[in-house]
T-cell receptor, first 115, second 117 residues
Framework: AQTVTQSQPEMSVQEAETVTLSCTYD???????LFWYKQPPSRQMILVIR??????QNATENRFSVNFQKAAKSFSLKISDSQLGDAAMYFC????????????FGTGTRLQVTL | KAGVTQTPRYLIKTRGQQVTLSCSPI?????VSWYQQTPGQGLQFLFE???????NKGNFPGRFSGRQFSNSRSEMNVSTLELGDSALYLC????????????????FGAGSRLTVL
């Protein structure tokens, strides 16, 4: 079974600084996707970034980038120039590429952004 | 384009009652998935529907059921409610087509917060 582990329950970063959230996963599959979702207090889960396992190039979306290490099964999220609006729960998630596969989530990291 | 709409947003029930939650997916999306979020168990997959057929099911008791209608709207039902069913229930939709539908991005609704007393 696939598992996703987020070892940092809480992180804090000052506004305009950079922070990295860690995620490791375990799977025997070779074709899968990894995701970072953000859940603000409004509760709506918002996709931050997506990485296909077959792509060696790390995904980037504006201030958000990942460090994908397939052999180490590591998938960290870097947030640059942190903003107050980045404060939220961040969930790392795994999904096998096959039909009807489910998302497997980590336990989440609560990110605080301070002035 | 309207997002995923879940109703009701909040509800309170008592043990033994049943509840029905509704999810309207993004227009054109044919796949709807349901997840339960609790502080203790985190986010867990309930089931996934595509074109009115359940394609995948998580490890939940038979009290949890769902269905999907021809317009892709989905409902989930929990019967004989227990205190442990108190949770945020999240619905997500995606295109869902193709042999590699796992590549499709899930778009989530804001959730239905169920409290069981």
């Amino acid at each position: 079974a696939q598992t996703v582990t987020q070892s940092q329950p809480e992180m804090s970063v000052q506004e305009a600084e950079t922070v990295t959230l860690s995620c490791t996963y375990d799977t025997s599959e070779s074709d899968y996707y990894l995701f970072w979702y953000k859940q603000p207090p409004s509760r709506q889960m918002i996709l931050v970034i997506r990485q296909e396992a077959y792509k060696q190039q790390n995904a980037t979306e504006n201030r958000f980038s990942v460090n994908f290490q397939k052999a180490a099964k590591s998938f960290s999220l870097k947030i640059s120039d942190s903003q107050l609006g980045d404060a939220a729960m961040y969930f790392c998630a795994y999904r096998y590429t096959g039909t009807a596969s489910k998302l497997t989530f980590g336990t989440g990291t609560r990110l605080q952004v301070t002035l | 384009k309207a997002g995923v709409t879940q109703t009701p947003r909040y509800l309170i029930k008592t043990r033994g009652q049943q509840v029905t939650l509704s999810c309207s997916p993004i227009s054109g999306h044919r796949s709807v998935s349901w997840y339960q979020q609790t502080p203790g168990q985190g986010l867990q997959f309930l089931f996934e529907y595509f074109s009115e057929t359940q394609r995948n099911k998580g490890n939940f008791p038979g009290r949890f059921s769902g269905r999907q209608f021809s317009n892709s709207r989905s409902e989930m039902n929990v019967s004989t409610l227990e205190l442990g069913d108190s949770a945020l229930y999240l619905c997500a939709s995606s295109n869902g087509t193709g042999a590699f539908s796992g590549a499709n991005v899930l778009t989530f609704g804001a959730g239905s917060r169920l409290t069981v007393l």
